[in-house]
Antibody, heavy 121, light 107 residues
Framework: VQLLESGGGLVQPGGSLRLSCAAS????????MAWARQAPGKGLEWVTS????????YYADSVKGRLTISRDNSQNILYLQMNSLRAEDTAMYYC???????????????WGQGILVTVAT | DIQMTQSPASLSASVGDRVTITCRAS??????LAWIQHKPGKAPKSLIY???HLHSGVPSKFSGSGSGTDFTLTISSLQPEDFATYYC?????????FGQGTRLEIK
């Protein structure tokens, strides 16, 4: 299993960014996926999850309406569209694979190395 | 939201020691509890799911127990590669929540 995040960087408050996670080594559409993050000096925080086939999504209240998870099962890529970014969104973002196809009870399985997003002027 | 509280926040131990980390949920979560290891600059690593089931490839020196609100992670025969931060995480209901982490340091 490999999960490779890309698309991070420095963005101004109010700006947008799209993260990608290229997945390999497993049948992508058979597994739920998620994004989690770790702000500087803080612990892990779940951000959003998506089921494998139906595309059902779940969001943390802190990102609802601003961040959108999606997946392209034909290309084995997970996305995180980030709009209206705030300073408090500054964090290392991790892509993660679930243990099963559903996201109702999401068990983290494999994690990517992470990609840094910095929101600052 | 379900709050997850870990103790201790930090722990010093020696190579060869056995250590136990506890995690308490603010309400019952059955066995929907995971343990995750995280080293600085590395990808987090999932160790245990369903409170006591080891992920593939995780050595048996790691063990988990508990149900309802109280859970433990035990690591036996500590090796240098085990020194990291450990998080518990509930997936009983959304939002998924993590404990604040337990930093395991070499004495």
């Amino acid at each position: 299993v490999q999960l490779l995040e890309s698309g991070g960087g420095l963005v101004q408050p109010g700006g947008s960014l799209r993260l990608s996670c290229a997945a390999s080594g497993f049948t992508f559409n058979n597994f739920a996926m998620a994004w989690a993050r770790q702000a500087p000096g803080k612990g892990l925080e779940w951000v959003t999850s998506i089921s494998g086939r139906s595309g059902h999504t779940y969001y943390a209240d802190s990102v609802k309406g601003r961040l959108t998870i999606s997946r392209d099962n034909s290309q084995n890529i997970l996305y995180l569209q980030m709009n209206s970014l705030r300073a408090e969104d500054t964090a290392m973002y991790y892509c993660a694979k679930g243990l099963g196809v559903g996201a109702t009870w999401f068990e983290f399985d494999y994690w990517g190395q992470g990609i840094l997003v910095t929101v600052a002027t | 939201d379900i709050q997850m509280t870990q103790s201790p926040a930090s722990l010093s131990a020696s190579v060869g020691d056995r250590v136990t980390i506890t995690c308490r949920a603010s309400q019952g979560i059955s066995n929907y509890l995971a343990w995750i290891q995280h080293k600085p600059g590395k990808a987090p690593k999932s160790l245990i799911y369903a409170a006591s089931h080891l992920h593939s490839g995780v050595p048996s020196k790691f063990s988990g127990s508990g149900s309802g609100t109280d859970f433990t992670l035990t690591i036996s025969s500590l090796q240098p590669e085990d020194f990291a931060t450990y998080y518990c995480q509930q997936y009983y209901s959304y939002p998924l929540t993590f404990g604040q982490g337990t930093r395991l340091e070499i004495k």
